[in-house]
């Protein structure tokens, strides 16, 4: 799976974190599914939740408010796992992110997506595509493939490549 940009595809999925509004091509999700147990990693880095199994398969889950420097709620009852598929050395990995919830799969004109107004730290916003704005309120598109530094994959998913 290579890097989407706005312009190839214009199917996005839309999720909240935090009271934030955020939307993801649907090319990178494989599956939504209720957020139930998670394992601990001993030594984990901050910003992964724990494991899980998917289809058979142990799958990372990283808390996205860690990683975006959010407070996370107390109330934890609804929250979901968006799993994605991410390409990491020409391989593609599966990680699962936490979220609150995930309303819908939206069509969007892929040139409707403005540009992220970049502030403070570049390096924090590159994973941020652009902005969106639907239904009364921005929504932040991610960018998948950028969402995670190289270092942080291969953490997550023990692959050498």
């Known amino acids: 799976m290579k890097e989407t940009t706005a312009t190839e595809s214009n199917h996005y999925i839309s999720f909240s974190l935090a009271g934030e509004f955020f939307a993801i091509d649907v090319q990178h999700v494989t599956q939504v599914m209720r957020a139930s147990s998670f ?8 910003f992964l939740k724990g494991v899980t199994n998917f289809n058979g398969k142990i799958i990372p889950v990283v808390n996205l408010y860690q990683k975006f420097g959010f407070h996370e709620p107390e109330e934890k009852e609804h929250q979901l796992i968006i799993i994605l598929t991410v390409l990491f050395q020409d391989a ?4 699962g992110i936490l979220v609150d919830s995930s309303d819908e799969v939206f069509e969007w004109n892929p040139t409707d997506v403005k540009p992220y107004p970049v502030s403070g730290n570049q390096e924090k916003g590159a994973y941020i595509e652009g902005v969106i704005h ?19 994959i291969k953490n997550l998913t023990n692959t050498e490549q």
């Open 39 to 46: 394992t601990s990693v001993p030594q984990a880095p901050d």
């Open 134 to 152: 639907r239904k009364n309120r921005f929504s932040f598109v991610l960018k998948v493939n950028s969402l995670f530094a190289d270092n942080e």
């Open 92 to 95: 593609e990995v599966e990680i």
